[in-house]
C-alpha cells in the first residue's frame, strides 16, 4: 500500500539544536516529494520541494531512495521554527497524472524551546 | 496575486442538514482540491477539481461531492450531515493537475452540532 509516515507527532528541541523531522514513504516509484508547514495562526504553504534541492529558512531535506526517507534537517533551530510540519510525496497508480494526488503524512508539531 | 480565498470561514450547522463550501483559486490556477483536517486523522484527500471534471477522488461517502466552474471557482456540498464531518475543511489551487505545488486557503471551520 501507498503511504507516508512521520513516526514523530511530538518533536521538542532547544534553540540552536540540530532537528530532524522524519519521513518515510511507501512507493514503488519515484514520487515527487515536498515539505509543508503551518505556523500557528497562518494557513499551510510549502516549505521546500525535494526536486529544487534548495535551502528555505535554513532547512534542506535529501532524498533517500534506497530507505524510502525525505527527512527535513536544519542545523540550528529558531524559536520561529516552531510549528505543524507535514511530510507530502504524490502517490499513485498508472500513467498520467490523473491518479496522482498529494498525500499528507500526519505531521510532526515541532516546538522550540528558548 | 491574491492567495486563495474560502467562503464561509466558519459554518455552524446541525445533523441531517447540508453545507455548501466555496472555494476561489489563484487567478490562473486551473486545479482544486479539498481536503478534510480533524486532530485525529490528519489532513485527508476529498478529490481534486481540473477544467471543470473531477479527476481524482479520496475514500470519502458520497455524501461529499463536489464541482468547478468555468473560471476555475469550486464548490463543495456535503449532504446529511454527521456530527464526525465537523473539522477544516481546506481548498488549494494549483497550476496544474496531479499534485503539483499547491497552495492552500485559510479553510473552512464546519462545526455539526
Known amino acids: 500500500a501507498q503511504r507516508v509516515t512521520q513516526p514523530e507527532k511530538l518533536l521538542s528541541v532547544f534553540k540552536g539544536a540540530p532537528v530532524e523531522l522524519k519521513c518515510n514513504y511507501s512507493?514503488?516509484?519515484?514520487?515527487?516529494l515536498f515539505w509543508y508547514v503551518q505556523y500557528s495562526r497562518q494557513r499551510l504553504q510549502l516549505l521546500l520541494r525535494?526536486?529544487s534541492r534548495e535551502s528555505i529558512k535554513g532547512f534542506t531535506a535529501d532524498l533517500n531512495k534506497g530507505e524510502t526517507s525525505f527527512h527535513l534537517k536544519k542545523p540550528f533551530a529558531q524559536e520561529e521554527d516552531s510549528a505543524m510540519y507535514y511530510c507530502a510525496p504524490i502517490l499513485g497508480v498508472g500513467s498520467g497524472g490523473s491518479n496522482y494526488k498529494l498525500t499528507f503524512g500526519k505531521g510532526t508539531l515541532l516546538t522550540v524551546n528558548p | 496575486k491574491a492567495g486563495v480565498t474560502q467562503t464561509p470561514r466558519y459554518l455552524i450547522k446541525t445533523r441531517g442538514q447540508q453545507v455548501t463550501l466555496s472555494c476561489s483559486p489563484i487567478s490562473g490556477h486551473r486545479s482544486v482540491s479539498w481536503y478534510q483536517q480533524t486532530p485525529g486523522q490528519g489532513l485527508q484527500f476529498l478529490f481534486e477539481y481540473f477544467s471543470e471534471t473531477q479527476r481524482n477522488k479520496g475514500n470519502f461517502p458520497g455524501r461529499f461531492s463536489g464541482r468547478q466552474f468555468s473560471n476555475s471557482r469550486s464548490e463543495m456540498n456535503v449532504s446529511t450531515l454527521e456530527l464526525g464531518d465537523s473539522a477544516l475543511y481546506l481548498c488549494a489551487s494549483s497550476w496544474g493537475q496531479g499534485g503539483y505545488e499547491q497552495y492552500f486557503g485559510p479553510g473552512t471551520r464546519l462545526t455539526v452540532t
Open positions: 525535494h526536486i
Open positions: 512507493y514503488s516509484g519515484s514520487p515527487e
